[in-house]
Nanobody, 127 residues
Framework: QLQLVESGGGLVQPGGSLRLSCAAS????????IGWFRQAPGKEREGVSC??????????NYADSVKGRFTVSMDHAKNTVYLQMDSLKPEDTAVYYC??????????????????WGQGTQVTVSS
């Protein structure tokens, strides 16, 4: 059974960094894209990043709001995807989720394109 578990959230000051992890089980990264999403209070869930890395192709994509500050990576040996978040801003405060979709291209990052989701981890950026 496919399972995703996020970790690494917490409280950080503006300008600080956090690294989120998405540990996957029950499937192989070779056939799946992993997306990162976030949802702030009172707002819709939005796409943050997406990564696909197989023997035949690889791709990453980022929302404009996080380009240059966030970096997504995939460790096949650990079946874990990471989201390195630097230069964090108060507006990055949200619950962050990872999601998986088979054979997805990552050309866009939409919640409606992903089927399987983790439970989320809270990120709070505040002084």
């Amino acid at each position: 059974q496919l399972q995703l578990v996020e970790s690494g959230g917490g409280l950080v000051q503006p300008g600080g960094s956090l690294r989120l992890s998405c540990a996957a089980s029950g499937f192989s990264f070779d056939y799946y894209a992993i997306g990162w999403f976030r949802q702030a209070p009172g707002k819709e869930r939005e796409g943050v990043s997406c990564i696909r890395d197989s023997t035949s192709s690889s791709r990453t994509n980022y929302a404009d709001s996080v380009k240059g500050r966030f970096t997504v990576s995939m460790d096949h040996a650990k079946n874990t995807v990471y989201l390195q978040m630097d230069s964090l801003k108060p507006e990055d405060t949200a619950v962050y989720y990872c999601a998986a979709e088979k054979y997805f291209h990552c050309s866009v990052i939409r919640t409606s394109d992903f089927t399987d989701w983790g439970q989320g981890t809270q990120v709070t950026v505040s002084s």
